[in-house]
Nanobody
Framework: EVQLQASGGGLVQAGGSVRLSCAVS????????IGWFRQAPGKEREGVSC????????IYLDSAKGRFTTSSDNAKTTVYLQMSSLKPEDTAVYYC???????????????????WGKGTQVTVSS
């Protein structure tokens, strides 16, 4: 059974940092891309970042470039989203998700994700 468990959210002051973790199990890590997404109240879900062991990391959200990074642990069981210089507009529920790209396609998160974890709330106070 594939499981993705996001954790690490909470209340943080503007300008602060938080690291989210996505514990991944039940899949072959190297065959998947792991993405972070977020959804703020009243807004559509948006892609934040993507990580794969084959193609590395990407930050999709323009407003997050230079502030957020994504990586994995050496054991390939956890994907992190390190968020710094947080702003109130970063307040959202953050989700991690996994996708196995079609054979021969790039290891990005620009597909319909196959598996989703439950979200973790990040609230940035001003």
């Amino acid at each position: 059974e594939v499981q993705l468990q996001a954790s690490g959210g909470g209340l943080v002051q503007a300008g602060g940092s938080v690291r989210l973790s996505c514990a991944v199990s039940g899949l072959t890590f190297d065959d998947y891309a792991i993405g972070w997404f977020r959804q703020a109240p009243g807004k559509e879900r948006e892609g934040v970042s993507c990580f794969s062991s084959r193609e590395g990391s990407s930050i999709y959200l323009d407003s997050a470039k230079g502030r957020f990074t994504t990586s994995s642990d050496n054991a390939k069981t956890t994907v992190y989203l390190q968020m710094s210089s947080l702003k109130p507009e970063d307040t959202a529920v953050y989700y991690c998700a996994a996708v196995e790209p079609p054979t021969g396609w790039s290891y990005s998160c620009d597909y319909d994700m196959d598996y989703w974890g439950k979200g973790t709330q990040v609230t940035v106070s001003s």
